[in-house]
């Protein structure tokens, strides 16, 4: 434990993390410091040296840390590596700390190409499990000591790891696909669950466990997800969530799209943000490509994802009234959530997911009236939110079915990566925007809304305190829409700007390249992070410098969340357990991706 | 003619009125969720109850294989008979109903309703499937205990009354109606009564966000239909009998006694429809918490008041 510690180990304050952990390395020490575009201290270090370093990060340096993401990178096709060591496989372990932006480190260890592996880190943060098990499952990299290594994104009975270089990427370059009826058995039976393979019991001392599928198609799980609870009566003694029947590989799909068309495939990631999820990507794209974003455009995009927000947090509300069984919520919010597609369709002529960010700006000006439409919506909600705190928030038996069930502490949510409401709702007043503002929050006023017990009613009450801070965002965001280009002057932009296309020939020649290939992004790596609808959104982009991104990295904040489940659902009723997943607030499509 | 087209009529027209209630709350909840509803079939959609009757009618009678055959195919019939049965001693005029003067007529109805639970239980149980067997197991705590308070708060109406005919009871509310005096009484019956056919806030056994379809979960086609009229001719049974029991049956000025009954009736109908469209559900054990700890004891402490006035009535001359 940290206090046991000599204070010497301790890190000074002045000291940063890198010195502090070359201080205590054996040589070689930390085999490289890589300089990347987002600003990231990012650091090599061996394999052996993996688990002390990680261990004594965690426990004296004196900062908050959080497994923030966990991924790999097959380097085998990469042609630009300078100064990094050699390898053909790389894990990545990002640590976000929630206290100080200039602690944030990025630790990458170096493979080799013949049974790549690592210990695990499950022990030292527990949300690295899943984190390990998405990493076996797409890159064979194995993880000794994982209470359970098995694949998670794929079914069991896949062969191969999907994200390293050699597997294919497409139906093409298979042959036809047919399923008989014994292999159709084979696949039937994979899905089996097996409680002796989880090491659960079948019985008690007195009684028979009942082993309950909650799923994969069931009313409550908001989507294709599936729960095994092991019951005794209806009192849930252990649940073990399996995940991946929403997975379509989107991170694959970045490498095989251009910058710029992978961009609706961005949208249907966290598909109730819509064009939140485009801004950690384009931001992420213009840190590689060097552009920087003109005001209007940014305030846009602000304005949008607020909106988005909004949308979301609807949905959110509706549904989580409706899984504790009451009707009509989700009914009226849903008619506000139909005000917001208004305007969303009225500026970006989509609803769901317009797919609007570009790499350099957003896709049109706003039309004519855009700001009486966001007006009247602004002025209008605020009354009907009213409405619905009396509906919902005072109604007695919505207390009694949300108050101290699924609570978690500020400790627990940070040990797990639990970010955006949820960890608000344990009354850290920790937001994204705050924290490290990016686009133009940092000119915006607005409140971190917090509760005090991390309970499922608090969840929901941050939620609806949500709506009413993003109602001012958006206030200040029609009061002050800056005037000027919506789109950057810059020949990586995407589609380029088009009014000196036809009087200069290097223009021409950006334009047509641009148009056709899509852009050449410079080779580097770069990760830009948004607090999204749910939490933390983060994309890491690695270029070689082609016309495809290298390596997608998708860090959604649902992945992390529902790994908690097993820990909120031990020893309460299924009951409590659909109000814990209400309030969870999660979509499949952001776990699975 | 009058004696014999009654007992024919009348399930025929509780079947009726059930299927046409369907279309009711759907339009109502429709209405007060900022909706349409069903508004296609028919004018203002009225023809949907009959619609989708037909298309339960006409679906496959499957039973799945790994149910208990005949305890499967018997549960709905349970169900439908029960609810029926009760319709029998139903007072609907001064004179009318089945069996109206039926001397026990409230003890019968209680009887029905209890035997109306193994429609349930056997639902679940026979089906086989953990989400049905968990459906049953909630009805059964549910509606076991829900039944003794229902019973017990009855007894302050019958005191009063001196009488088990529903007949007899309409007519003990010639001064005033129950509902004033047995008010306890009332609000406990009203809840046992929602528990008893198993409608939100307190449709546990079905609890769709919890447990799919409960207790009905295997059951598609004419099956299903019944007991889903079932559960709609019980809101009828229970609305029928708060107003023969405390909203004085029959009774009022100037309209005949059939209208009255049909108009308080069809009010507590409404105010069932309107409670699904504002309640979230309590959870099972904050129900049964409820039932134990809550309105047993205010329907105990009902009787003991009613006997206590009673008798304090019948000593001071």
Redesign the interface.
Known sequence: MATTLSPARRREQTQSLPDWISTRLAPPGILATQPTRDGVCTIWIAATDLRPTLAALKEDASTTLMLFDLTAIDERGRTHREGQPQAAFTVVYHLLSLTSRADELRIKVPLGAASPGLPTISDLWPNANWYEREVWDLFGIRFDNHPFLRRILTPPTWTGHPLRKDHHARATEMPPYSLTEDEEMHEQHALRFDPARWGMKRHSAHSDF?F??LGPN???VHGVFRIVLQLE??RIVDAVPDIGFHHRGAEKMGERQSWHTYIPYTDRVDYLGGVMNNFPYVMAVETLAGITVPPRAQMIRVMLAELFRIASHLVFYGTM????????PV??MF?DRERVFGIIEAICGFRMHPAWFRIGGVAMDLPAGWDGLVRAFINDLPKRLDEYDAMVMR?P??R??TQGVGAYTTAEAVEWGVTGPGLRATGLAWDYRRHAPYACYDQLEFDIPTAANGDCFDRVAVHVAEIRQSLRILRQCVDNMPAGPIKAEHPLTCPPPKPRTMHDIETLIHHFLGVSWGPVIPAGEARCCIEATKGLNSYTLVSDGGTTSYRTRIRTPSFAHLQMIPLLSRGV????L?AILGSIDFVMADVDR | MMRLSLPVLTPLAVLGLATMLTWVERRL?GL????YGPNRVGPGGVFQAVADGVKLLFKQDWVPPFADRGVFVLAPAIGMMTVLLSFAVIPFTAMGGIAGGMNVGLLFILAMMGLGVYAVVLAGWASNS??AL?GG??AAAQMISYEVFMGVSLLGVVMAAGSFSLRDIVAAQGRVWFVIPQCLGFCVFMLAGIAETHR??F?LPE??????AGFHTEYSGLKFGMFFIAEYAGIILVSALVTTLYLGGGLGPVLPAAVWFTLKTCGMVMFFILL???????????LMALGWKILLPLSLLNVMATGTIMMLRATTP
């Open positions: 009942m309950l599928n069931h009313p409550s009566g209806e009234a409706q899984d504790v069984g009451q009707l009509s009914f009226y008619t109604n038996i919505f009694a079915r009723m299924i009951a409590d659909i | 909840l007060w969720q900022d909706r953990k989400y968990l197991m909630r939100l806030p449709d609890g769709e966000n919890e447990l799919g699904r469209a504002a309640l979230p559900r309590p959870r099972y054990d904050q």
